[in-house]
């Protein structure tokens, strides 16, 4: 593969990152520095090889225990991958923001989380393009991309968002953060872990692209709707709020 099909494969898996980051960028009224957007970003990035290793490690000791195990066709696999991928993209900002100074207004938490999932995203994105290529050529590789870029992409974002949102939600009940997060993370689990369960019972057929589609549409509505219950309940609360750097140990 030539040095410059590589660079197109590398930009063409970080625009679709890039792209929704600008979107959910627009929904913060306070944006945040621009430096602190691009460390999480990048720490998505640095982070998604751990996911890989977990994932790789699960896939080491199905076969091991069970002879016939197709960790492919396994939705325990599905689930501990989407659990996986939900926990390292939180590990992201909870090393880098999560007791940064900026990190100063409950819709922050949605914002990083966002970012940083956008960030593992687009390694994801660049992986499977170079992988898709070399084996199915480049028409496949391009449907890839744009499936990639409306799918697996949007996927990341509003599942983390959910982690996010919980997240949020420790800066107005900071005695139960340590509950609320982990639901969190369950919960986002779960989302992503029913869209790829989605898509793998469809075996490939147009029709479940749409019902997978419909339902990311439906997910993105729910997190729209929750950036705007944290806008009202920040409001709410503006005299009281404590810094959530400092409720979160």
């Known amino acids: 593969m030539s040095l410059s099909t590589s660079a197109i494969l590398i930009v063409l898996g970080f625009i679709p990152s890039l792209v929704w980051l600008a979107y959910y960028l627009r929904k913060d009224i306070r944006p945040e520095p621009k430096y602190l957007i691009a460390r999480v970003f990048l720490m998505g990035i640095i982070f998604a090889p751990l996911a890989v290793i977990a994932q790789w490690l699960f896939r080491q000791a199905g076969s091991a225990i069970f002879p016939n195990y197709q960790a492919d066709t396994s939705s325990w696999f599905f ?6 991928e939900e926990v390292v993209k939180f590990l992201a900002i909870r090393f880098v923001v999560l007791h940064d100074p900026e990190f100063d207004e409950p819709v922050d938490g949605m914002i990083y989380m ?10 994801e994105n660049i992986l499977v393009l170079f992988q898709t290529l070399q084996v199915d050529g480049t028409s496949i590789a391009i449907q890839i991309w744009i499936l990639r870029f409306i799918g697996a992409t949007l996927l990341h974002a509003v599942s983390s968002a959910i982690v996010g949102y919980f997240l949020a939600l420790s800066w107005f009940y900071s005695r139960h953060s340590s509950k609320l997060i982990p639901l969190g993370v369950i919960l986002a689990t779960l989302v992503h872990f029913l869209f790829n369960i989605l898509l793998l019972g469809g075996n490939g057929q147009s029709q479940v692209f749409i019902y997978a589609t419909i339902y990311l549409v439906f997910m993105a509505l729910a997190i729209s709707i929750l950036f705007s219950k944290l806008r009202a309940r920040e409001m709410a609360d503006l005299s009281t709020r404590p810094l959530l750097s400092k409720q979160i140990e």
């Not at 689930?79 to 996986?84: D, M």
């Not at 966002?114 to 390694?123: D, E, Q, R, S």
């Open 114 to 123: 966002i970012t940083a999932a956008l960030g593992f995203a687009a390694i």
């Open 79 to 84: 689930l501990w991958a989407a659990l996986v």
